[in-house]
């Protein structure tokens, strides 16, 4: 089993930054790919961003391209999603994702293991 926890969320305006973080814990030797997704108010959960476990290979949704960015720092556990330029329509809980996928597979093969997700608000 693997245990996700995020933490970083928050009320930020409008042109506003924010970093997520989170921290991977338990049998974390099976996992090759890290993920965000987020989920707003009615809406279905989408993908944001993936990245491989050694840090080399990201993926990005449209929306947030330019504007975002996952990292990992090898020496240390947390995976991160900086996020620049924020919009009110990025205001979601941000969930965080492990699985055992590349990262160009983070939107056609299921995560295996998941958080229990982080509250982005961004509103003047």
């Known amino acids: 089993q693997v245990q996700l926890v995020e933490s970083g969320g928050g009320l930020v305006q409008p042109g506003g930054s924010l970093r997520l973080s989170c921290a991977a814990s338990?049998?974390?030797?099976?996992?090759?790919?890290m993920g965000w997704f987020r989920q707003a108010l009615g809406k279905e959960r989408e993908f944001v961003a993936a990245?491989?476990?050694?840090?080399?290979?990201?993926q990005y949704a449209d929306s947030v391209k330019g504007r975002s960015t996952i990292s990992r720092d090898n020496t240390k556990n947390p995976v991160y999603l900086q996020m620049n330029s924020l919009k009110p329509e990025d205001t979601a809980v941000y969930y965080c994702?492990?699985?055992?996928?590349?990262?160009?597979?983070?939107?056609?093969?299921?995560?295996?293991?998941w958080g229990q997700g982080t509250q982005v608000t961004v509103s003047s």
């Open positions: 994702a492990a699985g055992r996928m590349s990262p160009e597979l983070a939107t056609k093969v299921p995560f295996e293991y």
């Open positions: 338990g049998s974390i030797f099976v996992i090759n790919t």
């Open positions: 990245i491989s476990w050694s840090g080399g290979n990201t």
